[in-house]
């Protein structure tokens, strides 16, 4: 009897001890998870500047700003929505204005980039043409002008950096999207 107890004893605390390992492991792993985690939880300002230029000389800017994360993806959408019938009784709708779509990847952890972000962006820029810029047969519907960047850079952190610059066929016009990316402490 007392030989059964012991060994009931020593099978117990043999699984007691071998239990423990995989938790500690579990524990390590989520240590880890968990460290991980908090790397991503870094927040940057993504500042947007648009443009616009004629001959040289800058005749407008528009000014855009959003928090973000890294691996999220937001947007700024501003503008209008337009009805627009498609087929009789049907309606459509245009969305005419502004729309900075983006996503940031923090590249801080690779030595040989530095303090920089990857980062994504869509902008598209979209209004309605002038009446001298319609064609005649056109006076009574509406034209849309649009102009679309779309671009994955790296970026430094805190410094400017114009990501695009598309110049518009009507005119002597050109627009430039710049972007500074702060990390917010």
Do not use: H
Not at 81 to 106: A, F, H, M, S
Not at 129 to 154: E, F, M
């Amino acid at each position: 009897m007392l030989k059964k107890a012991a060994l009931a004893a020593a099978l117990t605390a043999m699984v007691v001890i071998l239990g423990a390992f995989p938790r500690a492991g579990a524990q390590d792993s989520s240590a880890k998870a968990s460290s991980d985690a908090d790397k991503v939880q870094n927040a940057y300002r993504i500042d947007f500047l648009i443009s616009e230029m004629e001959d040289g000389k800058k005749i407008n800017t528009r000014q855009y700003s959003m928090n973000s994360r890294p691996l999220e993806e937001n947007d700024i959408k501003i503008g209008t929505r337009v009805p627009v019938e498609y087929k009789q009784g049907e309606i459509n709708y245009l969305d005419i204005g502004t729309r900075i779509e983006c996503k940031l990847w923090d590249q801080t952890n690779l030595a040989s980039l530095g303090s920089n972000v990857s980062l994504k962006v869509q902008a598209e820029i979209s209004n309605f043409a002038l009446p001298d810029q319609q064609a005649a047969t056109q006076q009574y519907r509406p034209v849309v002008r649009q102009l679309r960047i779309g671009t994955s850079t790296i970026v430094a952190l805190g410094k400017p950096m114009v990501v695009g610059v598309v110049d518009d066929p009507n005119s002597k016009r050109q627009f430039q999207l710049e972007v500074t990316v702060t990390k917010l402490k």
